[in-house]
C-alpha cells in the first residue's frame, strides 16, 4: 500500500497530536493531485438545517474526526485491514448554507455527484439524516439502490406542518418516491418510540418496505434479523444509512431524537459486521449531536461505527472489480 494512503500511526505521532481526520488518513481536498486514486472518500457534512428539534448534528463531523484518531489499522473481530486493502483519504467538508435548505441539498448533491463520477464510493458523517437525500440523488441517478437502514425512525413522514419542506423524517419517502429507492430491497432496523400516527407505517406497507421494529429484533435476535436484512438487500447495489439514535441513549446520548430501548454499544457495532459481502456503492452515519454528548461516549461510538462501516465497504470494491 501507497504510504501516502496509510493513517498516521499512535506509534510515531500521538494521537493527541496533529490535525484530527478521519481516521487520521491523508486529508484531500478539491483539486488535490492524488484525488483521483482514492477509491473510498471519507466525508463530512456538517449540517442540520433539516432537524425538527433539538439541533447540534452540524457539529458531529468535527466530533467524530476526533474520536476516530483512536481507530487502529486492524479490525480486531474481523481482521480487515481496510488501509491496506483500498486506498482511503478525508475528503474534508461539504460547506452548507446554514440558512437555505434547498440551496445545502443542492451543494450535497453537486459534491457527491463529482465523487461518483469519479468512481469514488463515499462514506459519509453527517449532518442530520436529511442529508441522506441529496448523496442519494447523487448514487442513483441511473438505477434505484437496495438500502439497509438502522434507526429508531422510519423517515418516511411528510414534511411538517402540512407543508413541503425538507426535513429529516422525510429523506427516505422523498427518496423512494423520486425512484432512488427500491423499496423491495430496502429494509429499516430498530424502529421503536411514540409517534403521533401510522402514516409512515402505511407508506412502507403500501411501497413495500420491510419495517423490523426493535421489539422483533429481541424477539429474534440480531442474527437471525441481519441474515434477512443482507437477503433483502440482494446482490445489487445498495446504500447503508446509519442513525445513531438507533442504538440505546444510555451508549449515545448524544443525538438530537434518542429513544430508548434499543441495541447496545457491542449490538451496535456486531450488526454492521453482517453486512460485509454486500455491494455497498456508500453509506453514512448521521445524527451525532456534541452538544448533548456526555464524555463523547457519542462520538467513540460513532467513530468505531464508522470503521465497521468501512470495514464492509472494502471488500465489496474487491468483489465489484472481480466481477468488471
Same mark, same amino acid.
Request: hydrophobic share 40%; net charge negative; with cysteine.
Given at each position: 500500500?501507497?504510504?501516502?494512503?496509510?493513517?498516521?500511526?499512535?506509534?510515531?505521532?500521538?494521537?493527541?497530536?496533529?490535525?484530527?481526520t %478521519?481516521?487520521?488518513?491523508?486529508?484531500?481536498? !478539491?483539486?488535490?493531485?492524488?484525488?483521483? +486514486?482514492? +477509491?473510498?472518500?471519507?466525508?463530512?457534512?456538517?449540517?442540520?438545517?433539516?432537524?425538527?428539534?433539538?439541533?447540534?448534528?452540524?457539529?458531529?463531523?468535527?466530533?467524530?474526526?476526533?474520536? #476516530?484518531?483512536?481507530?487502529?489499522?486492524?479490525?480486531?473481530?474481523?481482521?480487515?485491514?481496510?488501509?491496506?486493502?483500498?486506498?482511503?483519504?478525508?475528503?474534508g467538508? &461539504?460547506?452548507?448554507?446554514?440558512? $437555505?435548505? $434547498?440551496?445545502? *441539498?443542492?451543494?450535497?448533491? =453537486?459534491?457527491?455527484?463529482? @465523487?461518483?463520477?469519479?468512481g469514488?464510493?463515499?462514506?459519509?458523517?453527517?449532518?442530520?439524516? !436529511?442529508?441522506?437525500?441529496?448523496?442519494?440523488?447523487?448514487?442513483?441517478?441511473?438505477?434505484?439502490?437496495?438500502? *439497509?437502514? %438502522?434507526?429508531?425512525?422510519?423517515? !418516511?413522514?411528510?414534511?411538517?406542518?402540512?407543508? #413541503?419542506?425538507?426535513?429529516?423524517?422525510?429523506? %427516505?419517502?422523498? =427518496?423512494?418516491?423520486e425512484?432512488l429507492?427500491?423499496?423491495?430491497? &430496502?429494509?429499516?432496523?430498530?424502529?421503536?418510540?411514540?409517534?403521533?400516527d401510522? /402514516?409512515?407505517?402505511?407508506?412502507?406497507? =403500501?411501497?413495500?418496505?420491510?419495517?423490523?421494529?426493535? /421489539?422483533?429484533?429481541?424477539?429474534?435476535?440480531?442474527?437471525?434479523?441481519?441474515? +434477512?436484512?443482507?437477503?433483502?438487500?440482494?446482490?445489487?447495489?445498495?446504500?447503508v444509512?446509519?442513525?445513531?439514535?438507533?442504538?440505546?441513549?444510555?451508549? =449515545?446520548?448524544?443525538?438530537?431524537?434518542?429513544?430508548?430501548?434499543?441495541? $447496545?454499544?457491542? +449490538?451496535?457495532?456486531?450488526?454492521?459486521?453482517? @453486512?460485509?459481502?454486500?455491494?455497498?456503492?456508500?453509506?453514512?452515519?448521521? /445524527? &451525532? #449531536?456534541?452538544p448533548?454528548?456526555?464524555?463523547?461516549?457519542?462520538?467513540?461510538?460513532?467513530? #468505531?461505527?464508522? %470503521?465497521?462501516?468501512?470495514?464492509?465497504?472494502?471488500?465489496?470494491?474487491?468483489?465489484?472489480?472481480?466481477?468488471?
Amino acid at each position: 500500500m501507497d504510504d501516502f494512503f496509510t493513517p498516521v500511526s499512535g506509534m510515531e505521532l500521538p494521537r493527541f497530536a496533529g490535525v484530527p481526520t %478521519f481516521m487520521r488518513l491523508p486529508h484531500v481536498p !478539491l483539486g488535490h493531485p492524488r484525488r483521483g +486514486e482514492v +477509491e473510498v472518500g471519507l466525508v463530512g457534512v456538517p449540517w442540520d438545517g433539516g432537524t425538527s428539534n433539538r439541533p447540534g448534528a452540524r457539529h458531529g463531523p468535527r466530533a467524530v474526526r476526533d474520536a #476516530s484518531t483512536m481507530i487502529r489499522a486492524q479490525n480486531g473481530a474481523t481482521g480487515v485491514r481496510p488501509f491496506e486493502a483500498a486506498r482511503c483519504a478525508d475528503f474534508g467538508d &461539504v460547506g452548507p448554507n446554514p440558512v $437555505n435548505v $434547498n440551496d445545502t *441539498v443542492a451543494r450535497i448533491e =453537486a459534491a457527491y455527484g463529482d @465523487l461518483r463520477g469519479a468512481g469514488i464510493r463515499p462514506l459519509t458523517v453527517g449532518g442530520d439524516h !436529511l442529508t441522506s437525500l441529496p448523496v442519494l440523488r447523487a448514487l442513483a441517478k441511473d438505477r434505484p439502490l437496495g438500502m *439497509v437502514h %438502522f434507526d429508531s425512525h422510519t423517515d !418516511l413522514y411528510r414534511g411538517y406542518f402540512g407543508g #413541503s419542506d425538507l426535513t429529516h423524517g422525510m429523506p %427516505f419517502r422523498c =427518496a423512494v418516491e423520486e425512484g432512488l429507492l427500491d423499496p423491495a430491497r &430496502v429494509v429499516q432496523i430498530g424502529i421503536r418510540g411514540t409517534a403521533y400516527d401510522m /402514516e409512515d407505517r402505511d407508506f412502507a406497507g =403500501a411501497h413495500g418496505i420491510r419495517v423490523i421494529p426493535i /421489539e422483533e429484533c429481541f424477539a429474534r435476535g440480531w442474527t437471525d434479523v441481519m441474515a +434477512e436484512a443482507v437477503q433483502i438487500a440482494g446482490t445489487g447495489p445498495t446504500y447503508v444509512s446509519y442513525d445513531i439514535d438507533f442504538v440505546d441513549p444510555a451508549f =449515545a446520548p448524544g443525538t438530537g431524537t434518542p429513544e430508548v430501548g434499543g441495541p $447496545n454499544a457491542f +449490538e451496535a457495532v456486531s450488526v454492521v459486521r453482517t @453486512l460485509a459481502g454486500l455491494d455497498i456503492v456508500g453509506a453514512d452515519l448521521v /445524527e &451525532v #449531536s456534541p452538544p448533548f454528548d456526555l464524555g463523547g461516549t457519542t462520538a467513540w461510538l460513532a467513530a #468505531s461505527i464508522l %470503521f465497521e462501516l468501512l470495514c464492509v465497504m472494502v471488500p465489496s470494491l474487491d468483489s465489484a472489480a472481480e466481477v468488471d
